[in-house]
């Protein structure tokens, strides 16, 4: 898998910027690690193969986040909404599976 590759999509970029302007305006959601994540998927950095399987753990651990009352609401962001956007949101979700499988077959 070349880095090109392991480059997320705008998709996913816009995503993680939306989460990094939500956690600014709300002051909630995420962690250190979240947010160090979505600078770099905000900037389309070249993931390592390590960082995308931790993003697909971080996605199977907290899909029970998408439950939560205002998860989906801008205005009122739960704070689970916020931490899945720095992950790159659904897009996220789905271009880390994508990219693991890619690394699986490259193995």
Not at 57 to 67: E, G, L
Not at 75 to 83: E, F, K, L, R
Request: charged share 35%.
């Amino acid at each position: 898998m070349t880095a090109a590759d392991r480059t997320p999509p705008k998709t996913v970029a816009d995503a993680a910027a939306k989460g990094l302007e939500l956690r600014k305006a709300h002051r909630r959601g995420g962690t250190q690690v979240g947010v160090a994540r979505a600078r770099d998927l905000a900037g389309r950095k070249a993931l390592s193969a390590d960082t995308i399987k931790r993003m697909n753990s971080y996605f199977a651990r907290h899909k029970v986040d998408k439950r939560a009352k205002n998860f989906g609401d801008d205005d009122n962001p739960s704070a689970g909404y916020v931490a899945w956007l720095l992950w790159g949101g659904d897009a996220g979700k789905d271009w880390a599976a994508k990219a693991r499988d890619a690394l699986k077959t490259d193995d």
